[in-house]
C-alpha cells in the first residue's frame, strides 16, 4: 500500500494506491487518524489507484466518516473503480458516504460549506 498526501486549499487528499485490506487497514487508519489529530477537517480519498477494499477497509472508511462528523468535518470520497465502487455499494455505505466519480468533484464538495444528507448524520451516529 502506497500513500499519498497532497493538500488542496483547506482539503487534504490521501491517495491509495493498492490494496485496503485486513494487512494495510491500520497503517491507512493511523495515518489518518494522525491528519485528523493534526487538525485536518476536510478530507478526501482518492481512490483512482485502489484496487481492492475489503471489509477492514470499509471499517476505516466509517471509523474515519463518525470522526470527522464529531469534529464538523468533511469527508469524501472520489474516483472509485468498479470494483471498490460495487464493494461500498453492496455494503450499503453510498447513503452514509459522499462518492464522486473524480477526486476534483470530491474535493469541490468537501471545500463547499454546504451541509446535506442528513440521514448520513443519524447512520452515522448509529454506527
Not at 45 to 64: A, K, M, P, Q
Not at 92 to 102: K, R
Request: proline content about 2%; hydrophobic content about 40%; charged content about 30%.
Amino acid at each position: 500500500m502506497e500513500i499519498k498526501e497532497e493538500k488542496r486549499g483547506d482539503v487534504k487528499i490521501v491517495g491509495l494506491r493498492g490494496k485496503l485490506d485486513a494487512e494495510t487497514s491500520p497503517s491507512v487508519q493511523e495515518r489518518v487518524m494522525n491528519l485528523l489529530g493534526q487538525g485536518e477537517r476536510r478530507l478526501v480519498f482518492d481512490f483512482s489507484e485502489l484496487t481492492y477494499i475489503s471489509s477492514c477497509g470499509l471499517r476505516v472508511l466509517i471509523e474515519v466518516a463518525r470522526d470527522l462528523q464529531k469534529a464538523d468535518g468533511k469527508l469524501a470520497l472520489g474516483a472509485l473503480n468498479g470494483h471498490v465502487s460495487e464493494v461500498i455499494r453492496i455494503a450499503g455505505l453510498t447513503s452514509i458516504l459522499s462518492i464522486y466519480p473524480t477526486c476534483e468533484e470530491a474535493v469541490a464538495h468537501a471545500q463547499s460549506d454546504k451541509r446535506g444528507e442528513e440521514s448520513s448524520t443519524t447512520l452515522l451516529t448509529a454506527a
